[in-house]
T-cell receptor, first 113, second 113 residues
Framework: DGGITQSPKYLFRKEGQNVTLSCEQNLNHDAMYWYRQDPGQGLRLIYYSQIVNDFQKGDIAEGYSVSREKKESFPLTVTSAQKNPTAFYLC????????????FGAGTRLSVL | GDSVTQMEGPVTLSEEAFLTINCTYTATGYPSLFWYVQYPGEGLQLLLKATKADDKGSNKGFEATYRKETTSFHLEKGSVQVSDSAVYFCALSEGEYGNKLVFGAGTILRVKS
C-alpha cells in the first residue's frame, strides 16, 4: 500500500535533548512538508522540501531542522532551542501534477518529560 | 499573506441534522480550496476540493462550492451521522507553485445519536 509513515507515534523529550521524528513516503512524491498542530489551532508549516537536497523554512522554523537526502525521507529534528515542543507533528507529501493535494501521515505526538 | 477563517466550534448536532461549517478566505491570487477531515488521533484526510470559481467539490455526502464573490467555501451535509464526528479544516493553496497550504483553525463536529 502506498502512503506516508511517521514514527514513532509517541515521543518524549527530556529538557536539553534533540529528538528526531521520522517521515517516509512511498508515493514517489517530490514535495514533502512538516506541520505542527496545537490544540484549537490549525496546522502551521515548519519546513517544506520541493525536491531532494533542497528545503525551505516555513512559518515557524525556529528550533527545528530537517534534511532531504532521499526522495522518500524527510526527517524533522526538534532541537533543544525549541522551548515549547509539545505538540502533534504531521508530515505530508504531494506531487507536482497532483493538483496541490497533500497526503498526510498519522502523526507523532511529542511531549516533554 | 493569505488566510483562512472558519467558524468556531465545537458544533454539536443530532444524527440526521443538516450541517454547515462556514469558511471564508483572503488570497491575492486564485487559490485552490480544500476541506480536510481529521479523526481522533489520526492525520488529515482530503475530504473534497475545488480549483476554480463556481466549482463544487463533493464526497461522502459532503459538498462545498467555491464562491469567489463572497470568498467563501462553506461545507455542507444534508444528514450527518455519528461517524462524521471529527475535526474539519478548510485550507487554500498558495505559493509560486500553489503547493503550500494555509489552514484554518479547524472546527470540531460532534454528532449525537
Amino acid at each position: 500500500d502506498g502512503g506516508i509513515t511517521q514514527s514513532p507515534k509517541y515521543l518524549f523529550r527530556k529538557e536539553g535533548q534533540n529528538v528526531t521524528l521520522s517521515c517516509e513516503q512511498n508515493l514517489n512524491h517530490d514535495a514533502m512538508y512538516w506541520y505542527r498542530q496545537d490544540p484549537g489551532q490549525g496546522l502551521r508549516l515548519i519546513y517544506y522540501s520541493q525536491i531532494v537536497n533542497d528545503f525551505q523554512k516555513g512559518d515557524i522554523a525556529e528550533g527545528y531542522s530537517v534534511s532531504r537526502e532521499k526522495k522518500e525521507s524527510f526527517p524533522l529534528t526538534v532541537t533543544s532551542a525549541q522551548k515549547n515542543p509539545t505538540a502533534f507533528y504531521l508530515c505530508a507529501s504531494s506531487s507536482p501534477g497532483g493538483k496541490n493535494i497533500q497526503y498526510f501521515g498519522a502523526g507523532t505526538r511529542l511531549s516533554v518529560l | 499573506g493569505d488566510s483562512v477563517t472558519q467558524m468556531e466550534g465545537p458544533v454539536t448536532l443530532s444524527e440526521e441534522a443538516f450541517l454547515t461549517i462556514n469558511c471564508t478566505y483572503t488570497a491575492t491570487g486564485y487559490p485552490s480550496l480544500f476541506w480536510y477531515v481529521q479523526y481522533p488521533g489520526e492525520g488529515l484526510q482530503l475530504l473534497l476540493k475545488a480549483t476554480k470559481a463556481d466549482d463544487k467539490g463533493s464526497n461522502k455526502g459532503f459538498e462545498a462550492t467555491y464562491r469567489k464573490e463572497t470568498t467563501s467555501f462553506h461545507l455542507e451535509k444534508g444528514s450527518v451521522q455519528v461517524s462524521d464526528s471529527a475535526v474539519y479544516f478548510c485550507a487554500l493553496s498558495e505559493g509560486e507553485y500553489g503547493n503550500k497550504l494555509v489552514f484554518g483553525a479547524g472546527t470540531i463536529l460532534r454528532v449525537k445519536s
